[in-house]
Nanobody, 118 residues
Framework: QVQLVESGGGLVQPGGSLRLSCAASGSFFAVYRMAWYRQSPGKQQEFVAEINWTGDRKTYQASVKDRFTASIDNDKNTAYLQMNNLTHEDTADYYC???????????WGQGTQVTVSS
């Protein structure tokens, strides 16, 4: 089992930045990939970014590719999502997820809310 706890959400003005954190515990040594998803009110959950545990392979949704950066600190067993130049469209609940080797994203955090508003 892997437990994930997100933090770092909040209220930010358009053009501002936030860094989300996702701390892994439990069987974190078996984690192969981490991902970030988000869900806005009335919309389906959407993929934001994915990173492998060694941090050398990253994938981003096209709309965030030039503004968001995913990273991992293996010493802290924590994944991060640095979000810059935020817009109203980035307002959502953000979730981190973990996948073991050969599996899908079966482990999810509780989510952290990001609100972009002036």
């Amino acid at each position: 089992q892997v437990q994930l706890v997100e933090s770092g959400g909040g209220l930010v003005q358009p053009g501002g930045s936030l860094r989300l954190s996702c701390a892994a515990s439990g069987s974190f040594f078996a984690v192969y990939r981490m991902a970030w998803y988000r869900q806005s009110p009335g919309k389906q959950q959407e993929f934001v970014a994915e990173i492998n545990w060694t941090g050398d392979r990253k994938t981003y949704q096209a709309s965030v590719k030039d503004r968001f950066t995913a990273s991992i600190d293996n010493d802290k067993n924590t994944a991060y999502l640095q979000m810059n130049n935020l817009t109203h469209e980035d307002t959502a609940d953000y979730y981190c997820a973990a996948a073991l080797r050969g599996e899908g994203f079966n482990y999810w955090g509780q989510g952290t809310q990001v609100t972009v508003s002036s």
